[in-house]
């Protein structure tokens, strides 16, 4: 199974989290490039590429399975889930591990008593209430950084064509992260799925 691991930070082991196989081809991708060096020194196995999450480097219909663990609160999450839509294969599922609201209550307490920082984290406090509303956040200066709920991101899933959509906790006793599991359809009809290849990759 190919696997891309969206903003995969450092090089956490998602197999334990996951149904990723550590046989499955993994292809890390992130945007700092100096956490890509991290990550292919801990997993020399893999491959990893520099790239945004809004404009995927992928052709359509790449990969099997996309995870993205607590990357997605700091995207425009409409765009980051049409860009993993094009590039998941049909029945392709996607793993997501997301800010609960707990989260964001404590950067908010350590914004404290700094104003620029505090308005900040209030901004981002009223993004996750838009989401949850409409499943869409709003920007702010390029940024759309939010926590999460079953209902904003239902919406935002079913939006963006996905199925099965599935929720659970990850009790850290901290974060108590939102982890959500959706598919995609596997449409019925006419047509050859475009053929899919990765461009070379940085490391």
Known sequence: MRVLDLGCGRGRNI?????????????????????????????????????????????????????????????????????????????????????????TLHELKLSFPRPKAMAFRLWVLANGLILHFTGRPVGLGGRYESFQTHRGMTLALIYAGFEDVEFSRLQDNFTNQLIVNARKPIHMGEGIPMSAQVRPALL
């Open 15 to 103: 197999v334990i989290t996951t149904k990723v196989a550590s046989s499955d081809e993994i292809i890390g991708m992130d945007i700092a490039f100096d956490r890509l060096q991290a990550a292919a020194r801990r997993h020399t196995s893999r491959r990893f590429i520099q790239a945004d999450a809004l404009k995927l480097p992928f052709g359509d219909e790449s990969f099997r399975c996309i995870v993205c663990q607590v990357a997605m609160p700091y995207m425009n999450i409409p765009v980051a889930l049409a860009e993993i839509d094009r590039v998941l294969e049909p029945g392709g599922t996607v793993h997501f591990s997301l800010h609960h609201l707990r989260f």
